[in-house]
């Protein structure tokens, strides 16, 4: 008896283990939901746009014409993204599935005015990867960019991401920005979020269709285009070009990007090319004021040299360093000027201050927006020229005099 009852003990021990997976989802009843768009709604609050990928067609490697394409995009519109989300079900014969989205875009009005809603709902889910990536959508809508077809990727949700990452790691104006991100920023103290700015360019008439795909020339492509500045949740501006690299410095982000000089006159005479680069920030108090000091580090190579110059003559390597350093401080210091009229820190300055001088950081803290703006800021910059290429002279130095 007493065996009996030890083996009925075991089985009733082991029932939940044992148990079937209550919770099982079969792939042909889940919609797999690759992208998310978000505008402001006309009737409802949002317009929410879900690229929904067709596992069949990528599969197969189809890409175009008839039923060939590789996603589908659905609109659906509610006053919360739990609302459009449900609402969306009248249109799509599968449970909409969120574990595998990589990307989701919002329109430059909800940025302005909505984002925070978007992020609750989007941290809230625990379905949702908050490592996905969030870019804003600028000149265009959120649908059309979750729209839009690629050429060179199966999936065109991969042709944003993979382009944000290439263009961090060899142009140095973006970087990789996500959901969890963008929410440490949001509660981060002494420092405001950021996030990327995309826009089409070239003719955008074919989005969404397989004509699109037909031609040879790119037309109605996504492509990054700045970093918007967030301040209190709300888009404030943004910075571009070169003043976006300075914040990439300034972040410690920039891996490699391409540096011209204008040496004897010439424009484009030399193309720097940095391969590490650090930078420290640190801050001191002089007269009762914060003070920033901004030091970056580089080391890189000649990518281009335009110019008859000798690169084995230390003077000469010296001449280019200097300019290099010239350049690079000018971007930093423009960037720092230009994000201080938002009065928004996406730098991180006063989590610096609030580390390392806690005490005056609680005195400052309720005025950081406005003290940040008439912020002095130092920068300095070290650069070095740790190889020439393949070549210490240009080819043509020896027949053109």
């Not at 709902?121 to 379905?127: G, I, K, S, T, V």
């Not at 404030?236 to 990007?257: Q, Y």
Request: aromatic share 8%.
């Amino acid at each position: 008896m007493r065996k009996c009852l030890i083996i009925f003990l075991i089985m009733f021990l082991f029932t939940p283990i044992l148990s079937a997976c209550w919770n099982q989802k079969e792939l042909t009843d889940l919609a797999f939901v690759m992208a998310l768009g978000v505008d402001k709604g006309e009737s409802k609050r949002y317009d929410v746009s879900f690229q929904v990928v067709n596992p069949a067609n990528v599969a197969l490697g189809q890409s175009v014409g008839g039923q060939g394409l590789p996603i589908a995009v659905f609109k659906s519109s509610g006053d919360t993204l739990t609302e459009a989300a449900r609402d969306a079900t009248k249109r799509i014969s599968r449970r909409l599935y969120y574990a595998h989205t990589n990307l989701v875009v919002v329109s430059e009005e909800v940025a302005k005015k909505d984002i925070l809603d978007i992020m609750d709902a989007l941290d809230r889910d625990p379905e949702f990867r908050t490592t996905t990536d969030l870019v804003v959508a600028r000149n265009s809508s959120a649908r059309e960019l979750v729209s839009t077809l690629s050429r060179l990727d199966k999936l065109p949700v991969n042709k944003i991401t993979k382009e944000i990452k290439v263009t961090e790691r060899m142009l140095g104006e973006n970087m990789s920005i996500s959901v969890d991100d963008f929410l440490n920023g949001l509660v981060s103290i002494g420092k405001q979020p950021i996030a990327n700015g995309f826009k089409l360019v070239g003719n955008t008439e074919d989005i969404g269709t397989a004509d699109a795909l037909q031609k040879t020339a790119a037309e109605g492509i996504p492509a990054a285009n700045g970093i918007g500045i967030f301040k209190r949740g709300k888009l404030a501006g943004w910075v571009e070009n070169k003043n976006a690299r300075g914040v990439i410095w300034i972040l410690n982000k920039v891996k490699s990007t391409a540096i011209n000089l204008k040496m004897n006159g010439k424009k484009g005479a030399i193309s720097y090319a940095p391969i590490r680069s650090k930078t420290d920030i640190s801050a001191v108090f002089k007269n009762g004021r914060p003070v920033i000091n901004v030091k970056l580090e580089n080391e890189g190579w000649i990518s281009e040299a335009n110019l008859a110059l000798d690169l084995t003559k230390p003077d000469v390597i010296d001449k280019i360093n200097q300019a290099v350093e010239k350049e690079i401080k000018k971007e930093v210091e423009s960037s720092i000027k230009t994000v201080q009229k938002h009065k928004s820190d996406i730098f991180g300055f006063g989590e610096v201050i609030h580390r390392r001088y806690p005490s005056e950081w609680s005195k400052m803290k309720g005025d950081w927006s406005n003290q940040f703006a008439n912020l002095k800021v130092n920068v300095k910059v070290d650069t070095f020229v740790r190889r020439e290429g393949i070549r210490t002279k240009p080819f043509w130095t020896d027949f053109i005099k």
